[in-house]
């Protein structure tokens, strides 16, 4: 006979696959809701998300959660793909639903402290850029509208919101 694993052994190889299912699931997760997300923005303003990047992370139950969406926004629309090329990965999207509402967490902290909470105040000192020149009251105002719409959609607070969005050239 061969020896068998002890159940320490057993147990270390077990959780070793728990984690590494979690990480694929997290990561799915984050793939999933950041194209959604790319989707509901381009078609609901007048934009092109050139990136979303989603960070999750377990809640107490072990499920994935939305910690934080980072997102780079230009001003205009993207440039239209052909209709099978778009057809095909929402086709792929709609088997995965339903997405569970996200509680949010509040311990989040985003270094862009002025510019995340624009959307609620619309100070005239908001800014984009490297330069950080102060945006156009068009610009607040998509940005207000963006941010909401994660709000209300995501459950996301400002606060787990960083937002950059950059004006269409030539403005």
């Given amino acids: 006979g061969g020896e068998m694993d002890s159940l320490t052994a057993i147990r270390q190889r077990a959780n070793a696959l728990q984690a590494r299912q979690f990480e694929q699931t997290s990561a799915l997760v984050e793939n999933q809701v950041e194209e959604l997300m790319k989707r509901k923005i381009e078609q609901s303003a007048d934009v092109d998300v050139r990136n979303v990047q989603v960070v999750t992370a377990p809640d107490e139950t072990g499920q994935p959660v939305i910690r934080k969406v980072t997102l780079q926004v230009a001003e205009g629309r993207p440039a239209e793909l052909p209709n099978q090329a778009r057809a095909k990965p929402v086709a792929a999207m709609e088997t995965v639903k ?9 311990d989040i902290r985003i270094s862009d402290g002025p510019a995340a909470t624009a959307a609620r105040s619309v100070p005239q000192s ?3 850029g490297p330069d950080k020149e102060p945006l156009s ?4 105002q998509t940005k207000t509208q963006i941010i909401r719409m994660l709000e209300q959609d ?3 607070t400002q606060e787990q919101i960083e937002l950059t969005l950059e004006p269409a050239p030539g403005r």
């Fill in 137 to 140: 009251p068009a610009l607040l």
């Fill in 98 to 106: 339903p997405i569970e509402p996200v509680v949010p967490v509040a």
């Fill in 126 to 128: 908001a800014s984009f």
């Fill in 154 to 156: 995501w459950q996301l």
